[in-house]
């Protein structure tokens, strides 16, 4: 997915009741590949975000437009001065919802007066522009777009197991193989079938060498009398 892509899934609310400047932030935002609805009072913006202004609760329902419906928004951008509902008012209203305070609320005006800016950021504003808005000020709304439409989660942390101790592996027993001979003698193949081996060779030995077998045999020359 590219970054225009990305930034055009972003829906941004436009809050002016000048239809010039309306106009403009319009068309900056719609370059930015933004998303964009617009409407002219802060009543009307309110209405499209899911709350009724005050002045309008003892009036009946309006019937349901398109213009009406509640939609999904990742910023609002308002002008400061509006006749009715100021920007300062929909940005408080907007705070003030448990539904709707995360989202993000820039303010625009024509007039640098700083104790207005300040209370403005100090109540909420992420970010304060001044008239005429510019292009380079539409690349402002991108970090708070992001925290808004990926908000951080905290991550549980994982505590590391304990190291476990290898113990060296223990030589494991020789069994002993049996071997049978030729005769039946069983040879047990361990360290001590070596010593066995050696007897039963001795044995065997021994049998050979017998007194019968040593005996000396007599020619028969030694046998004659001498006469």
Not at 72 to 84: A, E, K, R, S, W
Not at 89 to 115: C, H, T, Y
């Amino acid at each position: 997915m590219t970054v225009v892509d990305a930034e055009s899934r972003f829906h941004v609310l436009a809050v002016d009741d000048s239809l010039i400047d309306r106009k403009l932030i319009e068309m900056l935002l719609r370059n930015s590949s933004y998303q964009v609805t617009t409407v002219d009072s802060g009543s009307k913006a309110l209405e499209l975000l899911g709350l009724r202004d005050e002045a309008d609760d003892a009036s009946p329902p309006s019937s349901s437009s398109p213009d009406q419906q509640e939609i999904d928004v990742n910023l609002i951008i308002t002008d400061y001065c509006m006749p009715g509902m100021t920007g300062y008012d929909l940005l408080k209203r907007v705070k003030g919802s448990s539904s709707l305070k995360d989202i993000p609320v820039v303010i625009m005006s024509s007039e640098n007066v700083p104790a207005r800016i300040n209370r403005c950021l100090e109540d909420g504003a992420e970010e304060f522009f001044l008239k005429p808005v510019k292009l380079a000020d539409m690349k402002k709304l991108k970090s708070h777009l992001l925290k808004r439409k990926v908000p951080t989660k905290c991550q549980p942390q994982i505590q590391p197991e304990p190291e476990q101790k290898l113990e060296p592996p223990q030589p494991a027993p020789e069994e002993a193989v049996a071997e049978s001979t030729a005769d039946g003698t069983t040879i047990s193949d361990c360290n001590g079938s070596s010593n066995k081996r050696k007897a039963a060779a001795m044995e065997q030995q021994e049998g050979l060498t017998s007194p019968e077998s040593t005996k000396p045999r007599l020619s028969n020359s030694s046998l004659a009398v001498e006469t």
